[in-house]
Each structure stands twice: as structure tokens, then as C-alpha cells.
């Protein structure tokens, strides 16, 4: 239990005030909640799995630099396609397409968590306990429970907010958070 616990708290507050809660806010206004949280859980437990079953080796195989880049452009890319808008065709085609909302956020949160915070605190608490089903558990709990609040405002904000206003926030939150990590995976590139 004290594995559980740890991991979960650990996870839990990493994660608060991290991006893939502002990005779970903006998909909420995109797709129903429950695609929304069926895709971040789904998301969740696959990078916390890989965490916590490959340890450190996933850092070996995927560059974080490498992780960073992908991630930015994906949501520089939803950005955008947030800023087109989207009418009832559209809408009906992304929920019936092969990467509808489920696998859509699903993708977004395991390429935007690799390398981040939560999963190597994973990492480490499965180097640190000796059970690791506890650990994946108790990680992928804090981690659901951390970007609920994300589902929450993002429910929230789209009752109140026009539309309009709405697909803005949702793609100032996606391009900040792509051209940030773009600037910051340069950055790094330059003095390393």
C-alpha cells in the first residue's frame, strides 16, 4: 500500500499545473468529456505502463529532445486545426474516422508525456518498490485524478464561453504550448 500511496501522491502533484491538464481543458471543448477522459486514461496508463515495466531503457530508445520536438509540433498542429473550426460534418467525420477523439487525445497524451516529469517519477518509484503493480496503480490514479480537474474546466468554461471564444482559448493553450516546446527544445540544443 505504501507503494501506492507513494506513487500516487508523487504523480498526483507533478502533474497539477502541467500541460496535458491545459490540453485535456482544450479537447473538452472539442469532444464530449467522456471521449476526452476515455482517451487521457487510455494515454495514461500506456505511458505510465511503459514507465514503470521499461524503467530507465525508455529514456535510452527515445531521446527526450527527440520527444519534445514531436510533441510541440503535434500541438502546434492541433492548434491549428482547432483555429479552422468545426461544423457538424466535420465533427461527425472526426467521431467515425480511425482517429477519432478517443485515439486522438489517447496520442496526444502518450507522445506528449514521454520524457515529461510524472513518467520518470514512475520510473523511480518502480526502481524504489518492489511491487510493481502498486506503483503503475497508484501512478496512474493521481495522474486520472490530476487531469480530471482539466476535464472539469474545460466542461466549465465551454458552458460559459461563446463558441467562438472558446476554439480560440483551445488553440492559444495547443500553440503556447507547441512554439514553447520548440523554443525550449532549441534552447536546449544550443547550449548542450
Not at 139 to 152: E, Q
Request: with cysteine.
Amino acid at each position: 500500500m505504501e507503494a501506492f500511496l507513494a506513487s500516487f501522491l508523487v504523480v498526483f502533484l507533478a502533474e497539477l499545473g502541467d500541460k496535458t491538464q491545459f490540453i485535456v481543458m482544450a479537447f473538452t471543448a472539442k469532444y464530449r468529456w467522456q471521449s476526452v477522459f476515455a482517451g487521457m486514461t487510455l494515454g495514461i496508463f500506456v505511458v505510465h505502463s511503459l514507465a514503470v515495466a521499461v524503467g530507465s531503457l525508455a529514456g535510452q530508445l527515445i531521446p527526450v529532445h527527440l520527444m519534445t520536438v514531436i510533441a510541440s509540433c503535434l500541438f502546434i498542429g492541433f492548434g491549428i486545426w482547432t483555429l479552422r473550426g468545426d461544423d457538424e460534418e466535420e465533427e461527425e467525420a472526426a467521431a467515425t474516422s480511425r482517429f477519432g477523439p478517443l485515439l486522438t487525445v489517447a496520442m496526444t497524451f502518450i507522445v506528449g508525456e514521454m520524457g515529461d516529469k510524472t513518467q520518470f517519477a514512475a520510473m523511480a518509484m518502480a526502481a524504489q518498490y518492489e511491487s510493481w503493480f502498486m506503483v503503475l496503480a497508484g501512478a496512474v490514479v493521481g495522474m486520472v485524478l490530476a487531469d480530471s480537474l482539466g476535464i472539469l474546466a474545460g466542461a466549465f468554461l465551454h458552458r460559459k464561453l461563446p463558441a467562438k471564444k472558446m476554439r480560440y482559448l483551445s488553440a492559444g493553450i495547443f500553440l503556447f504550448f507547441g512554439v514553447v516546446g520548440l523554443l525550449q527544445s532549441a534552447f536546449q540544443g544550443v547550449f548542450a
